[in-house]
């Protein structure tokens, strides 16, 4: 498992079954990714204990780096403890529940609070003055026991029934129910079992229904993907005809209530006679033949891995461009980047160059686009010889009087 994720992004205290303590652990990925600004959900994370080199899989929607528009945000801040504005749920040490700040008056002595709990009458809380100099969490804190089943990996929590603070470590399971594991203030860990709606299936069951799923969904191909399944994680394996048919059978088991995720080890089926040549002049092929318009085109493939950066005018973008360079015989993994050009340069100038080409006779059965990029221009297309593609570039030369010309012609 460790070969499948030779990328150590992030080293953080977790929990470890075997060492029974917390430790540091490296969290690995199958790509690259950066924490920086928040990953995207469901990517599937190798923990793995330095001390020990016990591993566990977890997702990024289960941590705290993860975009925090992809999670819950419901944090509470602990009066006393941070810093309060309008708006902010807060929770008194002592009370039943916390509330929704209404208002907050700060006077040299005392502070004046107003709270609404559930929507009924507000209330008022004259305080003596608290100035907080150091917020160990600024954006507030998860409450325990209540909030176990939203606690994220990394999350600092504040227990309300020990009136402890501390930090969520780990997610791990008995043998008969799944718990949440937290870190205490005081160096004592916290077992805390996670709420009925919160506890992964029996692995039999889930595997039952991600089967029954993919027979529905996929009738076709379903029986070439093996499910396995552990801890409300489903591990996928088998041959797929096509990348954009694998990422479709991921997010769709990503999407089944009571998955935490997807471990994809499926396969593309390749012929060996497809060669990364053949899959860059299929891409460039098919972004030529698109109705949208699209330039400044770049295409590289390794083993199959594929990047393509292009761009087309603002709003223009083809909504299923992605899917459909992934249907490409040969394509394993996919980056692509489109950018759109909200001010084109010289359209009316290229317009007239390409008709002139297309009418050129020397220039026939070839298929050539003028594009106008940072004060320079392309040539994109294909011709059949070298000297359609020099003829181009001199007919271009002479139209535009400028020197400012990438000759990006394929022959073929």
Excluded at 25 to 37: D, K, L, P
Excluded at 177 to 192: A, P, R, S, T
């Amino acid at each position: 498992m460790r070969s499948q994720f030779p990328h150590r992004l992030y080293t953080q205290r977790l929990f470890c079954r075997r060492c029974q303590k917390v430790t540091e652990h490296g969290v690995f990925a199958r790509e690259m990714y950066s924490t920086i600004g928040g990953m995207d959900p469901y990517i599937p994370l190798l923990c793995c204990c330095d001390s020990c080199g016990t591993m566990f899989v977890a997702f990024s929607h289960e941590f705290v780096f993860c975009r925090h528009d992809c999670v819950n945000q419901d944090y509470t801040k602990i009066y006393g403890y941070n810093r309060i504005m309008a708006g902010n749920w807060i929770y008194f040490k002592g009370t039943a529940k916390p509330g929704i700040v209404k208002s907050f008056f700060q006077g040299p002595q005392k502070e004046i609070v107003v709270v609404n709990y559930d929507g009924g009458p507000d209330q008022k809380f004259e305080l003596p003055k608290i100035v907080v100099n150091r917020e160990d969490a600024p954006g507030g804190y998860r409450l325990l026991p209540v909030q176990s089943a939203n606690t994220l990996l990394g999350d600092h929590i504040y227990h309300a029934i020990r009136n402890k603070f501390g930090t969520a470590v780990g997610l791990v399971n008995d043998g008969e129910k799944d718990k949440l594991v937290v870190l205490l203030e005081d160096g004592m860990l916290v077992f805390i079992t996670l709420p009925s709606l919160a506890q992964n299936l029996p692995n039999e069951k889930l595997c039952a229904i991600v089967q029954s799923k993919l027979a529905q969904v996929f009738p076709e191909h379903y029986d070439k993907i093996s499910v396995e399944a552990g801890q409300g994680i489903a591990y996928l394996k088998g041959l797929v005809r096509n990348y954009s048919l694998q990422l479709a059978v991921e997010k769709c088991v990503n999407a089944i209530p009571k998955v935490r995720g997807c471990v994809d080890f499926m396969r593309v089926q390749v012929s060996p006679f497809i060669t990364d040549t053949h899959i860059e002049n299929a891409v460039y092929a098919l972004l030529e033949s698109l109705e949208t318009r699209m330039f400044d085109n770049r295409v590289h493939s390794v083993n199959g891995k594929v990047e393509v950066e292009t761009s087309c005018y603002e709003r223009e973008r083809p909504k299923d461009l992605e899917n459909r360079i992934g249907e490409i015989e040969g394509v394993r993994d996919l980056i692509c980047l489109v950018t759109e050009v909200s001010e084109p340069l010289n359209v009316e100038l290229c317009q007239e160059a390409e008709e002139e080409l297309s009418s050129n006779v020397i220039l026939q059965d070839s298929f050539i686009r003028v594009s106008c990029n940072e004060q320079k221009f392309l040539l994109e297309g294909y011709v059949h010889s070298t000297v359609q593609k020099q003829w181009a570039f001199i007919t271009l030369l002479k139209k535009i009087r400028t020197t400012a010309i990438e000759n990006r012609l394929r022959i073929i």
